[in-house]
Nanobody, 125 residues
């Protein structure tokens, strides 16, 4: 019912900036909270940030607070885009970043169930 496609990954220097995008195509119109997770080599997938349908509620992992910002644009009920602005990235932020969707912020921050294919972000020192 929901297809998520990430873009914007690549190589960035530490201290620079990068913006990830996730385009959500929703076949059955309904409201979805959306979020970002990441997985580094040899590590488990971890939560990064989440945002409610209205954008009024956001949630961040402690490791990215003050550096990353999540936002969204709801063009229609069937077409949403969520962004992850990465400022001052660090080499430890290197990972595959995945977009996720669920019915509310609490669920999308923990067990979203709907995933994109991922986009690689590499931060050089």
């Amino acid at each position: 019912q929901v297809q998520l496609v990430e873009s914007g990954g690549g190589l960035v220097q530490a201290g620079g900036s990068l913006r990830l995008s996730c385009a959500a195509s929703i076949r059955t119109p309904r409201t979805y909270a959306m979020g970002w997770f990441r997985q580094a080599p040899g590590k488990e997938r971890e939560f990064v940030a989440a945002i409610s349908w209205s954008g009024g509620t956001t949630n961040y992992a402690d490791s990215v607070k003050g550096r990353f910002t999540i936002s969204r644009v709801n063009a229609k009920n069937t077409e949403n885009t969520v962004y992850l602005q990465m400022n001052n990235p660090k080499p430890d932020d290197t990972a595959v970043y995945y977009c996720a969707a669920a019915q509310n912020v609490a669920v999308v921050s923990t067990t979203p169930g709907i995933w994109g294919q991922g986009t690689q972000v590499t931060v050089s020192s």
